[in-house]
């Protein structure tokens, strides 16, 4: 099994930043990719940004490459969504996630977090 805590979510106001740590303890893998998505209230998850541990290869959803940027922290098993210019229309529950392939569908992912809020006001 692996946990998967994310934090840093909150309250911010449009044109602002915020930067998003999802810490993974457990049995993890430097094998895994590790994906952030978003989900807003009646929406469908929505894919954001996928790195690998081994290599930090990275991947980027259409909506937010150039804003968003996924890192990672092997030492502290952390992964990072540094979130830059934020809209109105970032506001949902971001998670992030485990999986043993290199994918952007949700349903791939094999380990959730709890999820964080963020809220960004007009």
């Known amino acids: 099994q692996v946990q998967l805590v994310e934090s840093g979510g909150g309250l911010v106001q449009a044109g602002g930043s915020l930067r998003l740590s999802c810490a993974a303890s457990?049995?993890?893998?430097?094998?895994?990719?590790m994906g952030w998505f978003r989900q807003a209230p009646g929406k469908e998850r929505e894919f954001l940004a996928t790195i690998t541990w081994r290599r930090g290869i990275t991947y980027y959803a259409d909506s937010v490459e150039g804003r968003f940027t996924i890192s990672r922290d092997g030492a502290k098993n952390t992964v990072y969504l540094q979130m830059n210019s934020l809209k109105p229309e970032d506001t949902a529950v971001y998670y992030c996630a485990a999986s043993t392939d290199w994918t952007d569908i949700p349903t791939e992912y094999d380990y959730w977090g709890q999820g964080t809020q963020v809220t960004v006001s007009s």
């Open positions: 457990g049995r993890t893998s430097r094998s895994y990719t």
